[in-house]
């Protein structure tokens, strides 16, 4: 597994309950290493490990604890470029809801060997929802719940988030937009990124 | 026909940074965005190279050289601040009524982004203005994150080699590793030798053959020292051309007297090199953990290995000598002089 996606997990864990549990989750993993470099590849299995550990520690079930990931994913400012990044993808929601479908070419265009599941949204009616997110990244689509979550929050819309179980081998989102311009999102300026 | 405000409204839908401009060179119409870089300027009437410096091609100054670079590409650059860069393509209009000049910033879209609050409406759905940005940031996230990992690569690079216990020259063990043995053995209460040897001459070959040579013979030392050896000795090279052999488990000098000799033997043998034979000798000083009264300091036997290597050294090199008590470094003039 990608160390992005390692190192993801780590940076959410630390934030959130201190590095002196994720010291300890990564002492019961037995990598032999306490810190995920970004940029360096993973065994499945180290990622495996890790990711029981976390379980174990935190004493929540696994989709909970990827789902709270990728909220902090988007909505911690320690992680701000990513988020700026996921903006890029629309002016609204809505438009943002369709970049998704570019998502995994756009992460290899970013990291070359960053390998997402692909992802189809599928508009039943206006407003309504379905994001498919192919296998291959175990959890993947619960990452991608927290995700989705916390960039309605950026946008300030307002919508109803529900994983509807896996079909086809593919798991299957349903999103419903309640109401757009629910709150005030967060600004996104093109140009504020420091180079 | 389609009139002119018809026109425009489908221009800027498209290119939301074009000008019209009359055949006077004076601004009839100009795009929305390019209105929001100078929004406070009246656009209309206003003459072009009032507003824009050309850049390329340098010999356009008057509205007929512009309309001569029709379908070329144009450099141009605002004459007030800021003075942002902007590329151009003009295509004049039919009649001799002037010409339409489609603008876009290039590669100064960045600063520009920044410098004029623009969003993603500014740009046309078609344009990869939005992309390329969206790259630029992607592509600077990703090196950052590399050059961090590059940073701790480096400085776990420089940890390693410190702690490192080999000397790289000879694949031998270097000083750190020697200490490290000898507080092994003194600790755990094991009898050891331990052998000063010192190469005699090994300048000369430096001085005269170069410093490949000395390279070479220092390989070919070390070969011989650790074919003269057992595998439980240590061989360490601890300077340019010292060497520090422990003897793990010897109690009596006997059996070291015959490898010594050996080892010295071993070594006048000339190492080929380039041509030329490179021929050194060596000197060697030896005390035993069980001359010494516990506890055993570690400085206190390399001292007295040094003392019996000097002893050895002034008694006519290629020797080996067994440290004794009252062996002493005196007469350091003259015994520097003779043997470094």
Not at chain 1, 21 to 33: Q, V, Y
Not at chain 1, 66 to 91: I, K
Not at chain 2, 6 to 27: H, K, N, W
Request: hydrophobic fraction near 45%; aromatic fraction near 8%.
């Amino acid at each position: 597994m990608h160390g992005l996606i390692n190192r993801a997990i780590q940076a959410f864990v630390v934030s959130t309950y201190g590095e002196e549990r994720w010291n300890d989750i990564m002492n019961h993993a037995d990598l032999g290493f306490a810190q995920f470099e970004a940029m360096l590849i993973y065994t499945d299995e180290q990622s495996n490990k890790m990711l029981s550990a976390v379980e174990r520690s935190l004493e929540r079930p696994l989709p909970e604890i990827l789902e709270d990931t990728g909220t902090f994913l988007v909505s911690n400012p320690q992680v701000e470029a990513l988020r700026r990044l996921l903006r890029f993808g629309g002016v609204n929601y809505v438009e943002f809801l369709h970049s998704l479908d570019d998502l995994p070419d756009r992460a290899r265009l970013a990291v070359a060997d960053l390998h997402l599941p692909a992802l189809e949204l599928v508009e039943n009616s206006p407003g309504q929802f379905d994001l498919i997110c192919q296998p291959g990244l175990p959890g993947f689509a619960h990452v991608m719940m927290g995700v989705l979550r916390a960039m309605a929050d950026d946008y300030g819309d307002l919508v109803i988030l529900d994983h509807r179980g896996t079909q086809d081998g593919a798991e299957v989102i349903s999103v419903t937009l309640v109401e757009t311009d629910f709150a005030e999102g967060r600004t996104f300026d093109l140009g504020a990124h420091a180079l | 026909m389609m009139t002119a405000d018809e026109m425009t409204g489908v221009i800027a839908q498209i290119c939301p940074m074009y000008l019209v401009v009359d055949s006077a060179g004076r601004f009839r119409f100009a795009g929305p965005t390019l209105q929001k870089l100078r929004p406070d300027m009246t656009w209309k009437r206003k003459n072009f190279f009032d507003v824009f410096d050309v850049q390329r091609p340098r010999w356009v100054n008057s509205m007929d050289d512009l309309l001569k670079t029709a379908g070329a590409k144009l450099h141009l650059q605002f004459r007030e601040s800021p003075q942002t860069s902007l590329k151009g393509v003009l295509v004049p209009l039919p009649d001799g009524k002037g010409a339409l000049i489609n603008l876009s910033f290039g590669i100064s879209v960045l600063e520009a982004v920044r410098d004029y609050d623009l969003t993603s409406a500014d740009f046309s759905p078609t344009d990869l203005t939005i992309e390329m940005l969206y790259l630029v940031e992607a592509k600077s996230a990703a090196m950052e994150a590399s050059r961090q990992l590059n940073l701790r690569l480096q400085g776990a690079k420089i940890a390693a080699e410190e702690q490192a216990f080999t000397d790289t020259l000879t694949g031998l063990k270097n000083r750190r590793a020697m200490d490290h043995i000898l507080e092994r053995l003194i600790g755990s209460g094991t009898d050891f030798a331990l052998m000063h040897v010192d190469l005699d001459f090994f300048k000369e070959v430096n001085d005269t053959l170069g410093h490949a040579a000395g390279d070479a013979v220092l390989q070919s030392v070390a070969r011989v020292m650790v074919e003269c050896t057992r595998h439980s000795d240590t061989v360490a090279r601890v300077g340019g051309d010292e060497f520090v052999i422990i003897f793990e488990g010897v109690n009596e000098p006997k059996v070291l007297e015959a490898l010594s000799k050996r080892l010295i033997s071993n070594l006048e043998e000339p190492v080929p090199y380039g041509g030329q034979m490179c021929k050194i000798s060596a000197s060697a000083g030896t005390t035993l953990s069980v001359w010494n009264a516990p506890p055993i300091a570690a400085a206190a036997m390399l001292h007295q290995a040094d003392l019996a290597l000097y002893a050895a050294k002034r008694a006519g090199r290629s020797q080996h000598l067994f440290f004794e008590q009252g062996m002493q470094k005196d007469e350091p003039q003259t015994a520097t002089q003779g043997l470094s």
